[in-house]
Each structure stands twice: as C-alpha cells, then as structure tokens.
C-alpha cells in the first residue's frame, strides 16, 4: 500500500501501520524492533517531499512506534529519534543511530545547515509531532512519567534545530526561508508547551526553553508575513498562560519594553484608526494577553513608567471606534484587565486607602476608564439596531453592559463621589432646556451607571443629594419623548433601585414625583412589565408615603384594565394590583376608607375577570394563542393571581398601630351580609368560583388551580379577620367542587390547599372561627373517595403526586385532629389499608412520603389524656402492618436507595417502643410461621440474629447500618447497587 502510485491508498498503508502497532504490537519480535523503525524511517525519508497529509500520517506512525519501542526496552538516551531523522534525510537512506559512527558523526547543526528549506520543514514537522504526541492528554497515567522523561531527553536536539533558525534573527532571515521559520516557531511552541505540562515537569530543567524565549520576541518585527507574525504571537501568548515556567526575568523585560515602546504605540493607534488586518488581531491578542500577565504588578506600581505606560495604552483601546460586540471585540477583552486591576489595587495594595498614593493614581485612571466605558455603553437609537444588528449580536451587547456594570460597581470605592455627581449633572444639563437637541443615548447611557451605583451604595449616603437633583430636573417631564425606549426602561430601573432613597427622610418628599412617571409608562407595552415592577416596589416599602395616592392609582389601574384591555402584559396587571393593596393595607389607617378602596379594587378585578369571561367565549381555539395575547386560560390564571396578590397584600401587619386594624373581635365585619367586609369577601369568592367552575375551558387548569387556590390560602393564616380569610367550610365546599370535577392531573393544589385548612383551622391564630369538626371529617371523605381511589383505580397509582399530597394531609391530620380522623368512617381505608399501602408503592417519593407519615404517627404524644389515648389506638392497630411493610421491603424486595429511609422507620418503632412492643412487631413479620416454613437454618439465623441486635439498641445510631447490612445478605453481594 504505501508503495502505491496513488496518495490515499499510501495515506491508508500508514494508517494501518498505526493501527497494527497499537492492537498487536506483543506479536513483534524483540529482534524485529530494529527493522521496524528502520522501514518506517525510509518510508518517512522517501515521502517527505510528496502530499502533506501522508507525511504527517507517517511521522505520527513513527512517532508511536519509537515510544513503544522505548517503553519495552527502557532506554531513554540511547535512541536519539531526533538525530537520525536530520542524518537520513541528510543522507538521502534511513540510518539508526547504532550504525552512525559515534566519532565520526558530525553535530547536529552542522547537519541542519547543509538542508533545504523544504527538508528542514519536514525535520520540524516530525518534531513537533514528537512533542505533541508524547504530550497527549490521553495517555494513560501509567505511561506519563516515562514518557515524559522520554520528551525530556530529547529536547536538546530539537530546541538546537531551533536555534539553527533563530540564529539569524528578525532582520538576516530571507523571505524565503519564512516557511521554514514558522514551523521552527511552532516546534518550538510544541516543545515548550510539552515539556511545562507533564506531570513531571517540575523536576526538569526548564532553562533552556524559557532562554530560547528571548530570542523568540524579536521576530514580532517580521510584519511583512502575517503568518510569521501570527506563529510569534501564539507562542507569546501560550508563554503567558504558562509564565511561572517558562517566561524569565529576561523575557519579561523585554516584553514590557516591546509592549510599552513605540512599536506597540503605533499598532495601536493603528488599531484605533479601524485599521482591521490579522497581523493587528494577533498584536491585539499578544498585547492583552502580556497585560493579563502583569496587571497585578502594573496597579501596584503606576509610579514606574513602564507601566504607566502599559495602562495608558491599554486605554487607548477604548478609543476604538463603533459599538462593542457589532463594531469591535476589543472592548470586552479591555474590561477584563481592568476588572483584575481594580481588584490588584483594592485588594493586593498594602496600604489600600483613599489617602495611598496608589489608591489616588489608580482612581486618576479608572476616572478615564469609565469615561470611555461611558461612550462604550451608549445604545444605538432603535432603527439603526434594526437594520444593522442580529439578536445574537444585541444579547452580546446587553452583557458587555453588564460587565460594565460591575466593573463600575467594583471601582467606585475609587471614583466616589465624584463620578455620581457628574453623571448627574450631565443630565440635568442636558434636559435643561426642552428645545435643546437632547443626547438620550448619553442619557441612557449616565442613568444605567447611576442605577449601577445606587444598588450598591450604603446607608444614607452622601450621594442622596445628588439623587434629589436628578428628580427635580426635567428628567421625567422629558423621558416620554425619548428617541429610544432603552433610555425609558432604564430610568425605571433607577426608580426601583432607589427605594432605600425612597424610604429615608430626604427622598420622601419625591416619591408621589416618581410614582405618576411610573403609572404613565404602564400605557405602552414594552415599558409595563418594569414599571409594574418599580411600582410594587414603591408601593410595597413606601406605603405610608403614597396613602394620598390611592384614589389616582386605581384610576390609572381602571384605565389600565379598560383601555389597555389583553394587550397589556398580564404580569403587569397582576403586581399593580398587588402594589394598590399593599398601599390600602399599610398606609390607610381609616377602616372605612380602607375598606371602600379595597371594595374598588376588587371591583377593578372583577373588570379584569369579566375581560377574561369575555375573552373565552370569543375564543375558537382556546389552545393556541396569537404572538401579541395570551390564551383565555392564562388570562384567567392572571386574574386570580392579582387576586392572590391583594390577599397577600393585606395581610396583618406586625408594625401597623393595632387601632387601625379592623379588631379581632369585630368577625360581625366580614360575615354579616349587611356589613361592607362581607360583600367584598363575596365578590372575592364568586371571582374565584366563576373562573374556576364555571366556565368549561377553564375547569381543571393547572394554573388556574394554582393560583384559585393560592387566593384561599393567603387568609387562612391571618389572625386578624379579613375579606381573604373564609370560614372553614366555605374552603371546603371549594375543594369539594373541585374535586367532583375531576382533571386529577392537575389536583395537587387541592391537596396543599387542604392541608393549609386543616394547619391553619388547628392554629390558635386561625381566624376562621372554632374548628368546625365535621368539615375535618367531610375533607377526609371527599379527598379520598373523590381523588385516592380513582387514582388507584385498577390497582395502580396513575399519578404519585396525588398520593404524596394525601399522605401529606393525614400528616397534618395527625399533629392537628387526630381525634377526627381516629373517630371517622374513614380511619380504616385511609390509615390501615392505603397508609399502609403506600409504604410498599412504586415511586420512591412516594414510600419516602409514607415513611415520613409514619415516623410522625409513631412519634406522636399529647398531654390530654383522651388524645393521648387515641393515639396509642391507632399506634397499637396500625404498627404491626406497616412495620409488617418495613420487614418485607428489608428483606432485599426493594432497592438500595430506599433501605435507609425503610430502616429509619424500623429505627424510630425501637426508639418510640424500646420495650416488648417494637421487637414483638418486628419479630411477627421477621419470623411469621409462613415465612419460617421456607427458611434454610442460616436465613433464620440471621433474621434472629437481626431482632437481638435491634432490640438491645434501642432505636441508637448503628441500627440503620445494621439493617443495610441486613438487606444486602438476603438481596445478594452480586446486587449491591441495584
């Protein structure tokens, strides 16, 4: 094959050479080893002037049978692969090293000088090969440290082949020997890179590669050949990731020089004209990658004009024109040498202080830093984004902004405060007059640094007086105007960044200014969204401030929900409602105006609900939904959870005065129909009822549920009565429509909603009246019949999610009302049969929720004697069968995964009973005269064994070992992991 005629067929009699060497190479003769290499030798020597590919192919098979060769015999310097291949290329004929003539052989370089520019590509062809397959990351760990040996032997020669062509430096190397130059780079690089990272690089001796080094730098003045200068750049900027190794004194020297001298000032400012060529793109990468390595060195010591120099050209970069990311990547490599040396100077300075010299050099420049930043980060206006700009190219643009972002937040501990009240008077100036030409991108651009700022600023700052500049500026007066929206959705960013400014003594005053800006951009649509946000804000902690502001704000929601109707975003919606309650709940004191605007706004989501009513039976595939409007389902959904809001919204509030809450006493409030609490308290429920059960597309949405439920559960912890918090048996008779619907899919917020009645109704906090116990006793039933037994219909469980939910409810059944559930037609199916039941279920969630069930039962005490009686019932009835579960699963009948939670079961019987009791439960089901008829002696040994072992622990920590171990003799070792 390799002598064929034909260049792929030669390429596969390589291949298979390399192949045969790996699968069989124990079939070869020791006396053979010699001839094998010689062949491969002649077959490279002979070929290394036809087609690339093959010559690369043949080095590598070489290559490998050379290493193997090594690795069988264990001699290191007697091989000398190197040398043989410059003397048979020399000679024309493959010679090994045992037939040259040791006296009479000449060196090495006198060889490379007699070859041509094509043979010595070869010869640095097969040397960088050598290098990077003894290098590769997959060989075995085994081979590494002969291998790496092995490279290390050989490097003499191949960094003297090296050196045959570094020798005429950058200014007697002819153009054509400029091939045979950038493979002696990447040899080099080969080498170099080899050698810093095996594993044992450490005991080698560097030296020569990192002097070798010095002579690499100079030949960046080759710009004539971008290969050549590109070669130079990669090996510069491998050095410098691998500088502790290979980079010295020396070398580091004379980069600062080439770096920070006029050369490197002319590239770049070559670069900043927009001069776009790869010989400036390798530069570029050099340069940065050069900084990287000595940013720490050059914050620290800004004084010396070296580096002050390196700084001032890397802020020269900046300087490039157009926008980062669509114009120019330089940006973002800048910003991350500056992010290292604001964290040098903050950080690594001894004498970090605003008063250190090194503190005030390093704020004079990132001063200058930030100004350009400032331009950096200035947004197109939006139809030049459109024509010009990709998705992916604005998402990259969007984080370059946030990189400055934090860069600016990490360096302000330099600049401030100074550069707060720049950017503040920048804009103040620029909105001074309406009919000047206002620069809204530079705007934008000095409001996403302010924003940046505020949210890192501490207490009462000193910059809250420039904060009140800003507002009493024509700023907001100003901003609908704007040419680009960015610069509207900034500013309300800003506004909810500011609440701690909000809240002091100086920015009270402001708010009802920031608030109507706010409301005005709710009325288009890509601004909703963040104003909503702002505004809950606000509204959330600067409650007390906005009380006079309640009557404007529902306006502005009523024209929201009636003019903006479904093309407003529903998110919006739902926190804007939120945000008016949490206003009407903290900051009216009044309970007869609290309770009228609370009556408004329901009424105001009683428009939304109708929106929505309207909306699915005008809708002919309620499935699918247009790009600009939701489905009639998560309109739906949207309105109950603006509902859920409000609920959550007018909580109790512990730091409200007592006197203007509606007195605890005072239930007559919220459940005489005559009184105004009851009437909003039933048009919250008919809300709730009709978008739940009443209209056909949405009975048993999943969302909908959810959030139905979620408007129950906001009252059911409050301890003070209000229009949210329904008597008991008003929430079941919902759990109990919603059930008899069906869609048991989707029941699980039932099932929390139940045991958040059952939690609350048992609490001394509840606020639903005296626990009404046969609406305990009706939930058992309803969830059971309705829900349990259809989803365990035929045997199986369709959807474990409903049997974790029930076990759930029987859980809070025990700690809450286990005289109900003791006394209920429902005790034996519920705890004996399906409680049990569940311990042996499929799903492992399902079993780990029935252990939890019945860790707490077992576990389970009350003072009251007749409680305390009641349970030792059930215990006493109800252990033994699911204990009766533990010792079957135990017993190696489920996985591995589950024995600690079956064991923790068994543990806490031993603890709660360190008596007769748990070891007559276990011994019953360990040793049941059924199961002892079909024990060998050894098996019933060992479950003896078992039930001495617990029983003398007690319940102490080396049970649930024991019991593993247990579990693993009778599963068998061979299944240890299954």
């Known amino acids: 094959m390799l002598a064929s005629d034909h260049s792929n067929v030669r390429f596969f009699g390589a291949l298979t050479y390399t192949v045969k060497l790996n699968n069989d190479w124990d079939t070869i003769p020791d006396e053979s080893l010699g001839i094998l290499l010689q062949k491969l030798l002649a077959w490279f020597v002979l070929y290394r002037s036809g087609p690339r590919f093959i010559t690369q192919k043949l080095a590598s098979t070489l290559v490998l049978a050379l290493v193997k060769t090594v690795q069988n015999t264990g001699q290191l310097s007697n091989v000398e692969p190197i040398y043989c291949v410059v003397y048979s290329i020399s000679t024309g004929s493959a010679v090994l090293i045992q037939d040259i003539n040791f006296i009479t052989r000449p060196d090495l370089s006198t060889l490379i000088s007699t070859l041509s520019a094509q043979d010595l590509d070869v010869i640095f062809l097969f040397c960088t090969t050598f290098a990077e397959e003894l290098a590769r990351a997959d060989v075995p760990r085994s081979d590494r440290s002969s291998l790496a040996s092995f490279l290390y032997v050989n490097s003499p020669p191949a960094l003297t082949a090296v050196k045959s062509i570094l020798r005429f430096g950058p200014t007697n190397i002819s153009s054509d020997m400029y091939s045979v130059l950038t493979s002696a780079l990447r040899c080099y690089r080969s080498w170099s890179l080899a050698l810093a990272s095996t594993s044992s690089s450490s005991t080698f001796d560097l030296r020569p590669v990192s002097d070798l080094f010095c002579d690499v730098i100079p030949f960046l003045q080759i710009e004539s050949d971008e290969t050549v200068f590109g070669t130079v750049s990669e090996v510069l900027i491998d050095f410098m990731e691998w500088a502790d190794k290979l980079v010295n004194v020396d070398a580091r020297k004379l980069l600062l020089g080439l770096f920070t001298g006029d050369w490197a000032a002319t590239k770049i400012s070559e670069i900043a004209a927009s001069s776009d060529s790869d010989i400036h793109q390798s530069f570029l990468n050099s340069f940065c990658s050069f900084g990287q390595l000595v940013v720490n060195e050059a914050a620290l010591h800004l004084d010396m004009p070296e580096y002050r120099r390196l700084i001032d050209l890397t802020t020269e970069l900046l300087k490039v024109p157009g926008y980062a990311i669509q114009d120019e990547n330089i940006s973002p490599r800048v910003l991350e040498f500056y992010e290292f040396f604001v964290e040098s100077v903050l950080y690594d300075d001894p004498d970090s202080s605003p008063h250190s010299q090194v503190f005030k050099q390093a704020a004079e420049v990132m001063s200058q830093v930030i100004t350009l930043l400032w331009k950096k980060v200035q947004v197109p206006v939006t139809g030049e984004r459109k024509a010009l700009w990709s998705q992916d190219t604005h998402d990259k643009f969007v984080a370059f902004r946030r990189d400055v972002a934090e860069i600016i937040e990490s360096s302000y501990q330099l600049v401030r405060p100074k550069l707060f009240q720049d950017l503040v008077d920048y804009i103040v100036q620029s909105v001074a007059t309406i009919t000047s030409n206002i620069d809204w991108p530079a705007v934008e651009a000095s409001l996403y640094f302010i924003n940046t700022i505020l949210q890192s600023l501490p207490t009462e700052p000193e910059e809250y007086q420039s904060v009140g500049i800003l507002l009493d500026s024509e700023l907001f ?20 960044s500011a609440i701690p400014y909000f809240q002091s003594d100086q920015g009270k005053p402001y708010i009802n200014k920031a608030v109507p800006y706010l409301f005005q951009c709710l009325a288009t649509s890509s601004l909703a969204l963040a104003a909503s946000r702002s505004i809950f804000q606000l509204c959330s902690d600067c409650a007390s401030s906005l009380a006079a502001s309640i009557p404007d704000f529902l306006t502005v929601y009523r024209d929201m929900l009636i003019q903006g109707r479904l093309s407003v975003d529903g998110v919006a919606k739902e926190r804007i409602a939120g945000a008016i309650a949490e206003v009407i709940q903290q900051g009216e004191s009044d309970v007869d105006r609290k309770t009228s605007y609370l009556a408004e706004l329901i009424c105001l989501i009683q428009i939304y609900a109708q929106q929505a009513l309207d909306f699915s039976s005008n809708h002919n595939d309620s499935s699918s939904k247009s790009a600009d409007l939701l489905s009639p389902q998560e309109v739906a959904a949207s309105v109950l959870k603006a509902l859920a809001l409000v609920g959550k919204a007018s909580r109790s509030i512990d730091e409200v005065e007592s006197e203007i809450i509606i007195p605890t006493s005072n239930v007559d409030y919220w459940t005489e129909p005559s009184c105004p609490g009851y009437i909003i308290r039933q048009e919250i429920l008919d809300i709730v009822v009709t978008l739940s059960e009443k ?13 139905a439920c979620a408007v129950f559960r906001a009252g059911l912890a409050e301890s003070v009565p209000g229009p949210f918090t329904f008597p008991a048996r008003t929430v079941l008779e919902y759990i109990r429509a919603e059930v008899r619907i069906g869609k048991l899919q989707t029941i699980q917020p039932i099932f929390n909603l139940s045991s958040a009645l059952v939690v609350s109704s048992s609490s001394s906090r509840s606020t639903s009246g005296t626990a009404d116990l046969d609406v305990f006793t009706d939930l058992l039933e309803i969830l059971f019949i309705g829900a349990v037994m259809p989803n365990m219909s035929a045997g199986a469980s369709l959807d474990p999610d409903i049997n974790q939910g029930m076990l759930d409810v029987l859980e809070k059944y025990f700690k809450s009302y286990i005289a109900v559930l003791f006394s209920s037609s429902w005790f034996e199916p519920l705890v004996c049969e399906y409680a049990v039941a569940m311990l042996t279920a499929r799903e492992p969630l399902v079993v780990k929720s029935a252990v939890k069930f019945w860790t707490s039962l077992l576990t389970s005490t009350s003072e009251a004697a007749d409680l305390a009686t009641a349970i030792e019932k059930v215990i006493s009835f109800t252990a033994p069968l699911a204990l009766s579960k533990a010792v079957w699963a135990i017993c190696g009948n489920v996985p591995r995964s589950l024995v600690g939670d079956y064991a923790q079961l068994i543990k806490t019987a031993f603890r709660v009973r360190p008596g007769g009791d748990a070891q007559k439960w276990i011994s019953d089901s360990l040793l049941a005269k059924s199961a002892v ?18 029983t003398r622990l007690r319940g102490r920590p080396p049970t649930e070992t024991i019991i593993k171990e247990f579990w693993l003799s009778q599963r068998g070792h061979e299944y240890n992991y299954a």
């Open 695 to 707: 209209v056909s597309v949405f009975i048993g949405d999943l969302a909908i549920r959810q959030n």
């Open 933 to 950: 008829e079909l024990m060998t002696a050894e098996n019933l040994k060992e479950r003896s064994l078992l039930i001495e072992k617990l």
């Open 477 to 496: 007066a100003l901003l609908p105007g704007s040419t680009i929206v960015r610069a509207r959705q900034t500013s309300l960013l800003l506004i909810g």
